[in-house]
């Protein structure tokens, strides 16, 4: 990864978050599991895979069908305060934070992420990387949040850039899928790499 190179034409490099600037679906996936297995459920690795992604509400009532929204966001509150006690123990993404460190100050660069501004900030700052970005849309930014496009337009809206001439970097489909949406130019599945 870190020998990529923007296209010529490139306005701006738009990264996600989790799991591609910043290795923290190990710690995301250690809190879920000790919330859900409170309930008694277990969070196999096909669970992990197909939900993890999807939308709070979502998630918790594949684990917890009769769960409504006010528990499914009190067990992220508390999940959340966990996650933040555990910050330690996220680290970055090496080839894909060398990307944004050697372009820094070349291009403008976003992170565009689902994750919430409470959680997403001090994940960026445990790693020492919040400063590289001009802009930090997360879901609280938009009305609806990955696979929907709705990001990484406030992204390139921020910036000021044309999305043909911007480059996505994305660790899954719905990441990818959203980009996609948003007519971004190029589209980088780290996945791959």
């Known amino acids: 990864m870190s020998a990529f190179t923007p296209p010529p034409g490139t ?9 591609t600037l910043i290795d923290t679906w190990g710690l995301h996936r250690a809190v879920w599991t ?18 993890a992604h999807e939308d709070l509400l979502t998630m918790v009532q594949a684990a917890v069908p ?18 933040l006690e555990s910050l330690h123990l996220v680290d970055r993404v090496h080839r894909v934070v060398e ?18 501004r409470d959680v997403v900030l001090p994940s960026l700052e445990a790693v020492g990387i ?18 929907a ?16 001439f911007c480059v996505a970097f994305e660790d899954s489909d719905t990441g990818l899928q959203s980009a996609r949406e948003a007519g971004i130019g190029l589209l980088v599945d780290i996945r791959a790499m």
């Open 149 to 164: 496009p709705d990001g990484y337009t406030k992204a390139v809206d921020l910036l000021g850039v044309d999305p043909r």
């Open 34 to 51: 000790e919330l859900l297995g409170r309930t008694n459920f277990a969070v196999t690795d096909e669970w992990w895979e197909a939900y």
């Open 99 to 116: 990307v944004a460190e050697r372009f820094h100050g070349q291009f403008p660069m976003a992170v565009v992420t689902a994750g919430f």
């Open 130 to 147: 919040a400063d590289l970005f001009s802009a930090i849309v997360t879901g609280d930014d938009v009305d609806r949040i990955k696979p």
């Open 11 to 19: 306005q701006a490099l738009l990264f996600d978050a989790d799991g």
């Open 66 to 83: 009769s769960a409504d929204l006010p528990r499914a966001e009190a067990m992220n509150d508390e999940g959340t305060q966990i996650y």
